[in-house]
């Protein structure tokens, strides 16, 4: 029990945190008049500060040889990173954050019931009902107020 409300309090930090990465790169992507460079820097530099942390846990850098096995779509994670940034980089400043936050956070959610549902990417299978579609339909009336608003 107190791992899991652990995970949940570190699931909600982690999602705070993205307004605020997203600001700070709408700020450099400003100061060089280009987004998809502030995009470029905010994963140059979270990768440096993941290298560090590989090294700090003692990572045996030796079983990375393993990736070889797994399929190559699993590489496309990265540049569906890349995209999300970019895009939100882009789109927070001509929508607002929250407006910006609230779509993003409706398409996570109606793209998770789905890979859920069919327990796609080897995820484990939750059926949809109709008390998960009631949730999406409030994102989906919380964005149009926000909108709105």
Same mark, same amino acid.
């Given at each position: 029990? #107190? !791992? +899991?409300?652990?995970? @949940?309090?570190? !699931?909600?930090?982690? &999602?705070?945190?993205?307004?605020? +990465?997203?600001?700070?790169?709408? $700020?450099?992507? #400003?100061?060089?008049? $280009?987004?998809?460079?502030?995009?470029?820097?905010?994963?140059?530099? &979270?990768?440096? &500060?993941?290298?560090?942390?590989? =090294?700090?846990?003692?990572?045996?850098?030796?079983?990375?040889? +393993?990736?070889?096995?797994?399929?190559?779509?699993?590489?496309?994670?990265? @540049?569906?990173?890349? =995209?999300?940034? !970019?895009?939100? @980089? @882009?789109? !927070?400043?001509?929508?607002?954050?929250?407006?910006?936050?609230?779509?993003?956070?409706?398409? $996570?959610?109606?793209?998770?019931?789905?890979?859920?549902?069919?327990?796609?990417? &080897?995820?484990?299978? #939750?059926?949809?009902?109709?008390?998960?579609?009631?949730?999406?339909?409030?994102?989906?009336?919380?964005?149009?107020?926000?909108? #709105?608003?």
């Amino acid at each position: 029990m #107190k !791992a +899991q409300v652990l995970y @949940i309090v570190l !699931a909600v930090v982690a &999602g705070a945190m993205l307004p605020v +990465q997203a600001g700070l790169n709408v $700020q450099l992507g #400003k100061s060089v008049q $280009q987004p998809i460079f502030a995009a470029f820097a905010s994963f140059l530099i &979270g990768s440096l &500060g993941l290298l560090v942390y590989l =090294f700090l846990l003692k990572f045996d850098f030796g079983t990375v040889s +393993q990736t070889r096995t797994v399929s190559p779509m699993v590489w496309i994670a990265g @540049i569906l990173g890349a =995209f999300y940034v !970019a895009a939100v @980089i @882009i789109l !927070a400043p001509k929508l607002g954050t929250a407006l910006t936050f609230s779509l993003v956070v409706t398409g $996570q959610m109606v793209v998770s019931l789905i890979l859920d549902h069919y327990g796609l990417l &080897g995820l484990p299978v #939750k059926h949809m009902n109709w008390q998960r579609l009631l949730g999406v339909a409030f994102l989906i009336t919380g964005v149009l107020l926000i909108r #709105k608003f």
